[in-house]
C-alpha cells in the first residue's frame, strides 16, 4: 500500500537559514511525487511536482526538492527562509489507479527573525 | 479565475443534525475530491469522482455521501452529523490521471456540538 510519512510534525529556522523538509513514501512502482504547501486559513499550493527524469526539480518560491529512489525519499529544501514561507508542508504521493493521492501528516515550519 | 470555491466557510452543527458543503470548480476538471484534515492526521481523503454521475470510496467515507450531478459541482454530505465529524474539509479537483495536480479550495471549518 502508498503511503507518505513526514518524520518532522515541526521545524524552526531562522530567517536566512536553510530549511530542509524530510518525506520518505512507500511504493512499488515509479512514484508520482508532490510537494504542497498551506498558509494559515488557506487551501493548499503546489509547490513542485516529480515524475520522471531529472530527480532535482524546481519548483515555485525558490523551493526544490530531490528524488532518492534508494532511500525512498523526495526532500523539500530551500537555500534561504524567509519569514512569509512559515506555512505547513505536505508530501503526497499519486496511486496506482490515478484516482487517489495519499498526504504525509505534514510539517509545520515556524521562521524566527 | 474562480478556481474551486468552497461554501460555506464555516459551520456550526448539533449532534444529529444534516448539512450539505458545496464544491464548484470552472476549470472543467474531470476528478474531484472531498478531504478531511485533522491535527496530525493530514489530509484524507473522504469520497471521490472520476466524471459526471461517478463517485467512490476514498478512506474515510463512514458518516458522509456524496453526489456529482453536475461536472463542476461536487457536493458532500452529512446525513447525521456526530462530534467525530469536526474538521476542517477540503475539496480539490483535477484533470484525469495521477500525473495532474490537485487544485484545492479554501476549506469549510465545520464543527459538531
Known amino acids: 500500500a502508498q503511503s507518505v510519512t513526514q518524520p518532522d510534525i515541526h521545524i524552526t529556522v531562522s530567517e536566512g537559514a536553510s530549511l530542509e523538509l524530510r518525506c520518505n513514501y512507500s511504493?512499488?512502482?515509479?512514484?508520482?511525487l508532490f510537494w504542497y504547501v498551506q498558509s494559515p486559513g488557506q487551501g493548499l499550493q503546489l509547490l513542485l511536482k516529480?515524475?520522471?527524469?531529472?530527480?532535482l526539480v524546481q519548483g515555485i518560491k525558490g523551493f526544490e526538492a530531490e528524488f532518492k529512489r534508494s532511500q525512498s525519499s523526495f526532500n523539500l529544501r530551500k537555500p534561504s527562509v524567509h519569514w512569509s514561507d512559515a506555512a505547513e508542508y505536505f508530501c503526497?504521493?499519486?496511486?496506482?489507479?490515478?484516482?487517489?493521492?495519499?498526504f504525509g501528516t505534514g510539517t509545520s515550519l515556524t521562521v524566527i527573525p | 479565475n474562480a478556481g474551486v470555491t468552497q461554501t460555506p466557510k464555516f459551520r456550526v452543527l448539533k449532534t444529529g443534525q444534516s448539512m450539505t458543503l458545496l464544491c464548484a470548480q470552472d476549470?472543467?476538471?474531470?476528478?474531484m475530491y472531498w478531504y478531511r484534515q485533522d491535527p496530525g492526521m493530514g489530509l484524507r481523503l473522504i469520497h471521490y469522482?472520476?466524471?459526471?454521475?461517478?463517485?467512490a470510496k476514498g478512506e474515510v467515507p463512514d458518516g458522509y455521501n456524496v453526489s456529482r450531478l453536475k461536472k463542476q459541482n461536487f457536493l458532500l454530505g452529512l446525513e447525521s452529523a456526530a462530534p467525530s465529524q469536526t474538521s476542517v474539509y477540503f475539496c480539490?479537483?483535477?484533470?484525469?490521471?495521477?500525473?495532474?495536480?490537485?487544485?484545492f479550495g479554501a476549506g469549510t471549518r465545520l464543527s459538531v456540538l
Open positions: 480539490a479537483s483535477s484533470y484525469r490521471g495521477r500525473k495532474n495536480i490537485q487544485y
Open positions: 511504493y512499488g512502482a515509479t512514484p508520482y
Open positions: 516529480y515524475f520522471s527524469g531529472d530527480t
Open positions: 503526497a504521493v499519486g496511486a496506482d489507479t490515478g484516482n487517489q493521492f495519499y
Open positions: 476549470m472543467n476538471h474531470e476528478y
Open positions: 469522482s472520476v466524471g459526471e454521475g461517478t463517485t
